[in-house]
């Protein structure tokens, strides 16, 4: 599927991302990939909510300008549901664009095992646990999915294989390896292996930093321009907690919302709920997490009850479009590319156009935009009618 220029082959990377907020350790991956032999990078990245069951700190515009900035040539955007799935859906959303853009050869992710070898190995082994029967009577027993299927890969294949699974990123590289086979994609990977600061921890290398820290360091007003390879000065930053009160409003007036949650989940927040003990939607996930719910599986239930009860919407199975966010010259001459090459799927920067693909997943794209601007005390923009201005001249 490589991409000929002027008679020449050219390799297109793809990396799905969140980019929340884009930092160095998302730069240094862009410039491995590009050493490793991509020509072009194109980046499917989260757009207004995120994996953690939150908003993002920045909007998609500001963050995938931010990527194009900084080494990607196209950014296309992982839309609601896909973006605040399980890391299956989340992977499987990303993929399935991926796939359908008919340009990329190869999927670069960073991970904390570049062995191409035992990701692909631990991925068919999760393939083959996932739904038997061992993992099921675990998960009877109390377990999380997690739990349930590192216990299973640990008796059946050995530590070795959960040691991979163990880590952050490895997790989302082996869905990432699931998804490609499931969808059958004639697509390679390109395993970069992490530098610096762990996933999600406060520990520091030179000037990379988790994201998860670096997010910590904007809402406290500290400095992180350390680890930042742009300006944010000026940037309006996100916290989901500044619209508690309008989610446990919602949660608590709409009986149905509750309903949608797991039986056991929905008692809990039910109880935090009735007792008022929770101010903030944060301190509402603290009140209910519990061994067999983890705190980003919560988060996402919550904001997904909180999503449909306020827009009325439940989105249907259907794949997701592909909405530009931003692009360079490079990017253009990928679009022109996929223009020929994309299969069963509607491609482009409005809003308005892609809504005659799916109503639904562009009236949710809309909402979680309001949503967005809401948490970051932004005036708030209309996604349909709102001006592209994506495009960053070489």
Do not use: W
């Amino acid at each position: 599927m490589a991409v000929i220029q002027n008679g020449t082959r050219k390799s297109v990377a793809a990396i799905i991302a969140e980019y929340n907020p884009f930092h160095n350790g998302h730069k240094y991956h862009i410039e491995q990939t590009r050493l490793k032999g991509a020509d072009f990078v194109i980046a499917i990245m989260s757009g207004n909510t995120v994996q953690r069951g939150e908003t993002a700190i920045f909007d998609k515009h500001f963050r995938a300008k931010s990527a194009i900035n900084n080494g990607c040539d196209l950014v296309i955007e992982l839309p609601y549901p896909y973006s605040s799935a399980s890391a299956r859906d989340f992977a499987f959303g990303a993929v399935s664009i991926i796939k359908r853009l008919g340009v990329v050869d190869t999927l670069s992710f960073g991970c904390e095992d570049d062995d191409a070898s035992l990701l692909k190995d631990t991925a068919n082994a999760c393939s083959e646990l996932t739904e038997s029967e061992i993992v099921s009577s675990y998960m009877k027993s109390g377990m999380s999915y997690p739990s349930a299927i590192h216990k299973a890969i640990c008796e059946q294949y050995g530590h070795r294989h959960v040691n991979c699974l163990s880590s952050p990123n490895n997790t989302l590289a082996i869905e990432y390896i699931s998804a490609l086979d499931r969808l059958s994609c004639d697509i390679g990977i390109l395993p970069v292996k992490r530098s610096g600061s762990g996933h999600d921890t406060d520990e520091i290398s030179g000037n990379i930093a988790s994201a998860s820290h670096i997010r910590s360091l904007i809402r406290n007003g500290e400095d992180s321009s350390a680890f930042l390879p742009y300006d944010i000065s000026d940037a309006v930053f996100g916290d989901i907690d500044r619209i508690s009160d309008m989610i446990l409003l919602s949660l608590i007036s709409d009986i149905k919302a509750l309903d949608r949650l797991p039986e056991e989940l929905s008692v809990r927040v039910r109880n935090v709920l009735t007792q008022g003990s929770a101010k903030t939607f944060n301190e509402l996930v603290d009140a209910v997490k519990s061994k067999n719910f983890t705190r980003a599986r919560i988060s996402r239930e919550l904001l997904s009850a909180f999503i449909h009860s306020m827009s009325g919407i439940q989105p249907t199975d259907v794949l997701p479009y592909a909405r530009v966010l931003a692009f360079n010259d490079n990017g253009r001459l990928l679009l022109k590319e996929i223009e020929k090459r994309s299969e069963n799927i509607t491609v482009s920067s409005s809003l308005s156009e892609l809504e005659k693909y799916s109503y639904e997943l562009s009236a949710l794209d809309n909402f979680t935009s309001r949503i967005q601007s809401l948490s970051a005390c932004k005036s708030i923009s209309n996604e349909f009618t709102g001006k592209f201005d994506g495009y960053i001249k070489d």
